[in-house]
């Protein structure tokens, strides 16, 4: 275990609660989402023990990290998830930036997981992260799903992706570098257009999310693709579900993706994606 060392050294017992079943999530991320809650949960206990479980609930696992530690009250639950935010007496028992449970909340929006946070001050805190329960998925296919093939799929793809959200975009970053790809990111058009100029990169493909502050997301790829080439590949993301909305991405050729997106899903189109341009390329 990765936190074994360090939890020994605090003199804390840590203990990982076997589970056998399976999830429908994007394996990196996922990862990535509780290394930083147990590494949150070691930093800031002082003294007894880390305890991370699952257990099903409606329909969905919940995965639990519980610790012995200062715990935050009910006021502050929201805060500690603010980029750069700890609280005074987490700060004066370990160092760093505040980051981790930032990271944790980014992840977790852009997975659609549910995070719930349960706290009495000095009593210790349990954070509960639910996920999609899976079918257990064939080894063969575990392989064909492995972290290595996903990365020489689309390794050299650069996506341009537009979400006035910050923390779904800087998510949506995480996911698809963990992927290969490298990553253009803008709140709005303009900025999306300057992003673009700066780096002298031309996107392969946009990841466009259709409600943005100005207009919507469907006018920015027609304004992108006038800029940078008409046959563009493009993917609309939206929890607008209207036979409108469908159609009017269906009539300007662009693939669209309902919210929420589906790691799965969206790598299958991304590999597409790379599939055409190195057709293209021959």
């Known amino acids: 275990m990765e936190f074994t060392p360090l939890a020994q050294e605090k003199g804390l017992k840590l203990k990982f609660a076997p ?6 999530s994007d394996r990196r991320l996922l990862r990535r989402l509780l290394q930083n809650l147990v590494s949150n949960a070691i930093k800031y206990t002082p003294k007894g023990r880390v305890l991370v479980g699952c257990r099903r609930h409606g329909g969905r696992l919940r995965i639990d990290v519980y610790d012995t530690g200062l715990g935050v009250p009910a006021s502050k639950k929201r805060a500690i998830f603010q980029e750069f935010h700890r ?4 700060a004066k028992v370990a160092r760093g930036l505040g980051l981790g449970l930032s990271i944790v909340e980014r992840i977790a929006r852009v997975l659609d997981h549910k995070i719930i946070v349960s706290s ?3 009593r210790g805190l349990q954070f509960s992260v639910e996920v999609p329960l899976s079918a257990l998925v064939p080894p063969r296919q575990q392989q064909h799903l492995s972290p290595d093939v996903d990365r020489v799929q689309l390794s050299g793809i650069t996506v341009l992706c ?10 949506m970053e995480m996911l698809l570098e963990g992927w290969g790809c490298r990553v253009l990111k803008a709140p709005d058009l303009a900025a999306a257009i ?17 409600h943005l502050d100005d207009g919507n997301g469907i006018a920015a790829i027609a304004e992108l693709r006038r800029r940078f080439g008409a046959d563009l590949t493009a993917i609309l993301i939206t ?5 409108r909305v469908r159609e009017d991405a269906r009539a300007n050729k662009i693939q669209v993706l309902n919210k929420p997106v589906k790691p799965a899903a969206l790598r299958a189109l991304l590999t597409q994606w790379r599939m ?7």
């Not at 300057?194 to 259709?210: C, F």
């Open 19 to 24: 589970c056998s079943l399976a999830v429908q």
């Open 87 to 90: 609280l005074d007496q987490g």
């Open 120 to 122: 009495a001050v000095a």
């Open 162 to 171: 537009i979400d006035n959200d910050l923390a779904i975009l800087e998510g």
């Open 194 to 210: 300057a992003r673009v100029a700066e780096t002298k990169v031309a996107p392969d493909g946009l990841l466009v999310d259709y």
């Open 239 to 243: 929890a607008d579900r209207s036979p």
């Open 276 to 282: 055409q341009r190195l057709a293209a390329a021959e």
